[in-house]
């Protein structure tokens, strides 16, 4: 499949039915439709990569500006949130379902899971605790 099939065909690149809440230069933000925790949002380029693993170094740069810039942002709105988690999927064992980078920023709460300690080893539930 041409990049220009995959990008007709991506819920990323119709950018018209998205609502837009922040954007820099090269990436757009917007609120995950299926969110883990309230505020849980995505950063994503506007160029159409399949993998996070494709950007550019000056691209990871600006899209850790953004993070951080969404990071004051929820904080400012929500004195509740304590901690994030950001990540990606990279590949379909990975559990990645759109093919378009897209950079989770997750904010957490005190008491949201019961034991939070291992973050993002949950991907793995059995690793998670150590």
Not at 88 to 96: H, T
Request: aromatic content about 8%; some cysteine.
């Amino acid at each position: 499949m041409s990049t220009r099939e995959l990008s007709s065909a991506c819920p990323f690149c119709d950018r018209d039915r998205l609502e837009i809440i922040a954007r820099s230069a090269n990436f757009f933000v917007v609120y995950d439709k299926t969110p883990v925790t309230p505020g849980h949002c995505l950063i994503i380029p506007f160029r159409h990569l399949a993998d996070a693993f494709e950007l550019r170094p000056e691209e990871i740069t600006e899209a850790w500006d953004l993070a951080h810039k969404m990071r004051r942002q929820l904080l400012a709105d929500d004195p509740l949130i304590s901690g994030f988690n950001l990540g990606f999927n990279s590949g379909v064992d990975a559990g990645q379902t759109v093919f378009h980078v897209h950079i989770h920023l997750i904010p957490r709460r005190h008491g949201d899971v019961e034991k939070p300690r291992g973050g993002v080893r949950g991907v793995i539930p059995a690793r998670q605790h150590y």
